[in-house]
Structure formats: C-alpha cells, structure tokens
C-alpha cells in the first residue's frame, strides 16, 4: 500500500468533539481532526469562525433541504466538496468580497450544479 496513506499522522484522524450553538442550542460535532482543520481552513477564507460557518451552513442548508438527517457526515462531505472545487470557492469568496456592501445573491442548486460541471 502506498507510503503516503500508511504514514499519516495518527493525531490527523482522532476524533475531536467541539460544542456549537445552532439557533441558541448547545450541540456537539464530532469530528477527525483533520476535518476540523479543513473546516478552520473555510472558515478562514470566509471571514469567519468554525462555528459561525457551520451555524451559516446549517441554516442554508435547512432553508434549502429543509432537514441534514447527519451534520457531521454533511460536514466532511462538505470537506471533501471544498478540497475538490476550492478553485470555484475562491472565486465565489473573491465575488462576494468585492461586492460586500450589496446584497449577495445566492445561486440556486442547479446554477451550482452547473458552474461545477464547468469547472470539472
């Protein structure tokens, strides 16, 4: 097996659990922490902490899906999502910082859909 996967860190992957507030309710995420600092890394470029993220997140998502049936999983596919498209996540952070006094306009889960097939 290659080198490169039986050599990480064994601290990368243990489980971390860290309290949020969503909607003024105290819950907890646990995640691997190599997750958390992917989630930190976003956060970062999105002018914001950890948890502001995921409470932003957690409420887009619910307006549009109206349910996340597993926010940790949602939240290292959210990850994996950004690790694979971080080149459309800079663009769009790059937009939405040149325009920050307007109003941001969210794009839909198709025009999403297709700007990613685009980019791939």
Known sequence: ???LF???DP???AAETRAVRLHGHATS???E???WDILEEIARKEEMSVARFIGVLHDEVLAQQNEIA???SFLRVTCLHYLRH???HAEQVAQRLRRKDAPEKTMT???MREKIAVVA
């Open 70 to 72: 597993n926010l940790a």
């Open 1 to 3: 097996m290659c080198c």
């Open 33 to 35: 922490a190599a997750f």
């Open 29 to 31: 995420i646990r995640l």
């Open 86 to 88: 971080q080149d459309l």
């Open 6 to 8: 039986r050599s990480q």
């Open 11 to 13: 601290a990368s992957y």
């Open 109 to 111: 889960a198709r025009e």
